[in-house]
T-cell receptor, first 112, second 117 residues
Framework: GQQLNQSPQSMFIQEGEDVSMNCTSS?????WLWYKQDPGEGPVLLIALYKAGELTSNGRLTAQFGITRKDSFLNISASIPSDVGIYFCAGQVNFGNEKLTFGTGTRLTIIP | GAVVSQHPSWVICKSGTSVKIECRSL??????MFWYRQFPKQSLMLMATSNEGSKATYEQGVEKDKFLINHASLTLSTLTVTSAHPEDSSFYIC?????????????FGQGTRLTVV
């Protein structure tokens, strides 16, 4: 099935650094979602974006819905140890109970 | 956010047996539930979409006779892996979406680790 291209694939950063990751698609999505997955757990929703150009924050996290509706980015400021995990973007074509298409994931590791 | 509970969290079964995984929405009515499979270090791949009271829609390449999905109520969907084989070992995750009045985001269960020996 289709997957969204997410980059970088992995990141190794020091605590306190800012993080940026993005997600691109060859087709348009009308909703973009960002999830975090811890080992052995299901994904947890971080931020949901519903309008092209929208910039939304959730604490230290900020995400933007690209104006072309084919991309999105997620920034994490001042990273802390609990930010470690895998981050997935997901796109949805139509509002409502539509299936999600997931990105390939970005694995974040914090170096002591 | 809404709560989705998946059971069991992990299961080990013998090759050739069937395994049932339950997905429940605890505090909302889930008109649609989704089943995903995730292999180690990979992303989530959608297997099927199920709407309450109707047959599931399977993604291309997913065998509907092997992965039986039932969505008999607005709070429960089940995935049965029939005649399981070692290659079916994976992490299975469900998600649920509510009525239109709720936001569009889907809420995920905690996943089920299936190991077939």
């Amino acid at each position: 099935g289709q997957q969204l291209n997410q980059s970088p694939q992995s990141m190794f950063i020091q605590e306190g650094e800012d993080v940026s990751m993005n997600c691109t698609s060859s087709s348009i999505f009308n909703t973009w979602l960002w999830y975090k997955q811890d080992p052995g757990e299901g994904p947890v929703l971080l931020i949901a974006l519903y309008k092209a150009g929208e910039l939304t924050s959730n604490g230290r996290l900020t995400a933007q819905f690209g104006i072309t509706r084919k991309d999105s980015f997620l920034n994490i400021s001042a990273s802390i140890p609990s930010d470690v995990g895998i981050y997935f973007c997901a796109g949805q074509v139509n509002f409502g109970n539509e299936k999600l298409t997931f990105g390939t994931g970005t694995r974040l590791t914090i170096i002591p | 956010g809404a709560v989705v509970s998946q059971h069991p969290s992990w299961v080990i079964c013998k090759s050739g047996t069937s395994v049932k995984i339950e997905c429940r929405s605890l505090d909302f009515q889930a008109t649609t539930m989704f089943w995903y499979r995730q292999f180690p270090k990979q992303s989530l791949m959608l297997m099927a979409t199920s709407n309450e009271g109707s047959k599931a829609t399977y993604e291309q390449g997913v065998e509907k006779d092997k992965f039986l999905i039932n969505h008999a109520s607005l709070t429960l969907s089940t995935l049965t892996v029939t005649s399981a084989h070692p290659e079916d070992s994976s992490f299975y995750i469900c998600s649920a979406s509510g009525l239109q009045e709720l936001n569009t985001e889907a809420f995920f269960g905690q996943g089920t680790r299936l190991t077939v020996v």
